[in-house]
C-alpha cells in the first residue's frame, strides 16, 4: 500500500491508517444512509488537522472493515503498513472501529517488536459527519500525542487507545461500554496521559525500549484458541466440547474473583487431561479490575496443582491475542506458559514472587 503523501518540510509527519469503523461514516444528504468516507480527502472535510501543524498522510483500508470482521489476517496488514512506512514517519494513528479495538491495540503490541514510535488506535461512537461526534476530537488529539516528543524522541513509544480524553496502553485495555464516549477503561494499569486543556503525560508510567533496535514485525499468529468463560452450573459437556476442539492449543479460562472455579472431581480432571495433551490453560478473572491469585483459595490452588496457569492481571484480550503470538511462532507448550508468566511489553504485572 502507497501512502497519500503530504509531507511539508520541517513537520512532524504522521500516518493516519483508516481501517474501517463508526468514526469514518458520513451521512449521505440525499439518501440519509451513513457510509464510508474517504479519507483521501481528509484536510477538505476537517479543516482542524491544518491548525495542527503537521503532515498528515493517509492509508485506506479498501473497503473499510467493521471491527467485528477485524482479526490476524487484518492485524497483519496494519503491521506491514506500519512496517513499510516505518523510516518515513514520526508516528502513526490507526483509525478502528471501537469493539474490537482492544484484541488489535493488544495484537499489534506483540507484533511491532522494537517499537520506538507512537502507534495510537482511536476511533468514536458517532460518526465523524455527525455534529454531536467524538470523532473529531479524539483524531486530533490522537494525532498530537502521535507526534508529539521531548529532546527529539518520541513520548509515547508504544501501542495504546486514546479515547475521550485519556491515552492508556493497548494491551491493558477493554471496551466497557455501548453507548458512552469514554467507551474504554484500563482497570489495572494507569493511563499515560490525559488530555484536557493540555495534555499531561505520566512519563513514569510509559513503556519505554531498553535498546535502541530496528523495528522488528511479526506475521505469525495462531488461531487455535479458544476463551472458557465459566458460570455456575457450567455442564460437563460444554467443558468437554471446547478443551476437545481439534488442533486447540490455547485457552483463555474466565474464572471467578481472584481466579477461582469449580473444585468438582470430573472438572479438575478434564483440565489436568488438557494440560497433559499439551493443552495451555491461562487463568484470567471475570472482574473488570484486579488479578488472579491462585495461592488466595483452595479453589484456586486445585487449578494450579491441575496445571493451570496464573494470567494475573492480564485482560482476556491480551491474553487471547498473546496465545496467538507465541504459538504462532512454534514454541512449545512449555515455552508458552515461560512466556505466559512474563510480561513481554508491559501486558502484565508479574508479582515478585513469580520472577526468575
Same mark, same amino acid.
Not at 15 to 21: A, F, H, K, P, V
Not at 198 to 212: A, E, F, L, M
Not at 295 to 306: F, I, P, S, V
Given at each position: 500500500m502507497t501512502a497519500n503523501m503530504n509531507n511539508e518540510q520541517g513537520k512532524a509527519s504522521i500516518?493516519?491508517?483508516?481501517?474501517?469503523?463508526t468514526i469514518g461514516m458520513m !451521512?449521505?444528504?440525499e439518501t440519509g444512509v451513513l457510509e464510508s468516507f474517504n479519507f483521501q480527502h481528509l484536510k477538505d472535510n476537517m479543516p482542524e488537522l491544518k491548525k495542527l501543524g503537521y503532515s498528515v498522510?493517509?492509508?485506506?483500508? =479498501?473497503?473499510?472493515?467493521?471491527?467485528? !470482521?477485524?482479526?490476524?489476517?487484518?492485524?497483519m496488514k496494519?503491521?506491514?503498513i506500519i512496517a513499510d512506512n516505518y523510516q518515513q514517519y514520526d508516528g502513526f494513528v490507526v483509525l478502528h472501529g471501537t469493539d474490537t479495538m482492544s484484541f488489535t491495540a493488544s495484537a499489534l503490541s506483540f507484533m511491532l517488536e522494537n517499537l520506538s514510535k507512537p502507534v495510537i488506535l482511536t476511533g468514536s461512537q458517532l460518526p465523524i459527519g455527525m455534529l454531536r461526534t467524538d470523532g473529531k476530537e479524539n483524531?486530533?488529539?490522537?494525532?498530537?500525542?502521535? /507526534?508529539?516528543?521531548?529532546?527529539?524522541?518520541?513520548?509515547?513509544?508504544?501501542?495504546c487507545v486514546f479515547f475521550e480524553n485519556d491515552l492508556l496502553r493497548g494491551n491493558r485495555t477493554s471496551k466497557i461500554n455501548a453507548d458512552n464516549f469514554n467507551a474504554f477503561r484500563s482497570y489495572n494499569y494507569p493511563a499515560l496521559a490525559h488530555a484536557g486543556i493540555?495534555?499531561?503525560?505520566?512519563?513514569?508510567?510509559?513503556?519505554?525500549?531498553?535498546?535502541?533496535k530496528p523495528l522488528k514485525p511479526h506475521y505469525l499468529l495462531d488461531r487455535n484458541i479458544a476463551i472458557l468463560k465459566l458460570f455456575p452450573g457450567i455442564s460437563p459437556q460444554v467443558i468437554e466440547s471446547i478443551l476437545n476442539i481439534p488442533g486447540l492449543k490455547g485457552v483463555v479460562m474466565e474464572t471467578f474473583g481472584s481466579g477461582n472455579a469449580p473444585s468438582q472431581e470430573w472438572f479438575l480432571k478434564m483440565l489436568k487431561e /488438557?494440560? =497433559?495433551r499439551g493443552i495451555v490453560i491461562v487463568n484470567v478473572t471475570q472482574c473488570s479490575g484486579g488479578s488472579v491469585e491462585m495461592?488466595?483459595? !483452595?479453589?484456586?490452588?486445585?487449578?494450579?496443582? /491441575?496445571?493451570v496457569i496464573s494470567g494475573f492481571d492480564s485482560t482476556t484480550e491480551s491474553a487471547v491475542t498473546k496465545l496467538m503470538f507465541l504459538f504462532g511462532h512454534g514454541l512449545s507448550p512449555e515455552e508458552v506458559k515461560d512466556h505466559m508468566n512474563c510480561s513481554l511489553i508491559g501486558e502484565v504485572t508479574i508479582p515478585e514472587s513469580f520472577r526468575p
Open positions: 500516518l493516519l491508517i483508516y481501517t474501517g469503523g !451521512e449521505n444528504s498522510s493517509t492509508i485506506q483500508f =479498501d473497503p473499510p472493515m467493521d471491527s467485528s !470482521e477485524m482479526g490476524p489476517e487484518s492485524w496494519i503491521v506491514k483524531l486530533i488529539t490522537a494525532i498530537e500525542i502521535a /507526534a508529539a516528543k521531548e529532546n527529539g524522541m518520541p513520548i509515547v513509544p508504544e501501542v493540555y495534555i499531561k503525560y505520566d512519563t513514569g508510567q510509559i513503556y519505554h525500549p531498553v535498546s535502541r /488438557a494440560v =497433559d495461592h488466595r483459595y !483452595e479453589t484456586g490452588h486445585k487449578l494450579l496443582e /491441575a496445571g
